[in-house]
T-cell receptor
Framework: DQQVKQNSPSLSVQEGRISILNCDYT??????FLWYKKYPAEGPTFLIS?????DKNEDGRFTVFLNKSAKHLSLHIVPSQPGDSAVYFC????????????FGGGTRLMVKP | DAGVIQSPRHEVTEMGQEVTLRCKPI?????LFWYRQTMMRGLELLIY????????DSGMPEDRFSAKMPNASFSTLKIQPSEPRDSAVYFC????????????FGQGTRLTVV
């Protein structure tokens, strides 16, 4: 049973446009959410996070939105750049999860010049 | 800090052989995780430790897989005997004990079992 799902395995966007990556979760206990970016032959690196007490968190070109009622979060990248081309993973955890992070399956973003 | 260090970066072995993957977490981090990345399942949690104690190993696929954390600065993931379907990239990650913090990943070990 996948508690965190990324239903789009890939996404292609033109440089300069907005990239929107989506993530759904089923466990209503999750209260902290993270996005990671992964380049080939490298480990995932942390990008941005959001606590369940917020519905939006922004860091430069990256914004994460959380809709708790829909159990849905999204990552917006504006404007998209070719260097953003990578696999993006969303992850979730909650207070009593013992520090464990549950990851989605990932979405491969391709930003075309 | 040099970050999470994994070794080896690449491992090619024959089916039936024992494989040992190694991880050095970031100093001071309380939790250590072993993940496996596959096309079908994305980042799949195999096992994690809190303060060197295994907490949840329900993701370990079979008895052929075992993990240890003898001290706060070292962990191993062993596969014995290895099979071709074990071929994947294995990641180790560590995380501080505080709430609402991120986990830091190593660069991974690409395992190929032929």
């Amino acid at each position: 049973d996948q508690q965190v799902k990324q239903n789009s395995p890939s996404l292609s966007v033109q440089e300069g446009r907005i990239s929107i990556l989506n993530c759904d979760y089923t466990n209503s206990m999750f209260d902290y959410f993270l996005w990671y970016k992964k380049y080939p032959a490298e480990g995932p690196t942390f990008l941005i996070s959001i606590s369940s007490i917020k519905d939006k968190n922004e860091d430069g070109r990256f914004t994460v939105f959380l809709n708790k009622s829909a159990k849905h979060l999204s990552l917006h990248i504006v404007p998209s750049q070719p260097g953003d081309s990578a696999v993006y993973f969303c992850a979730a955890t909650f207070y009593n999860a013992g520090n464990m992070l549950t990851f989605g399956g990932g979405t491969r973003l391709m930003v075309k010049p | 800090d040099a970050g999470v260090i994994q070794s080896p970066r690449h491992e090619v072995t024959e089916m039936g052989q024992e494989v040992t993957l190694r991880c050095k977490p970031i100093s001071g981090h309380n939790s250590l995780f072993w993940y496996r990345q596959t096309m079908m399942r994305g980042l799949e949690l195999l096992i994690y430790f809190n303060n060197n104690v295994p907490i949840d190993d329900s993701g370990m696929p079979e008895d052929r897989f075992s993990a240890k954390m003898p001290n706060a600065s070292f962990s191993t993931l062993k596969i014995q005997p290895s099979e071709p379907r074990d071929s994947a990239v294995y990641f180790c990650a560590s995380r501080p004990g505080q709430l609402n913090t991120e986990a830091f990943f190593g660069q991974g070990t690409r395992l190929t079992v032929v």
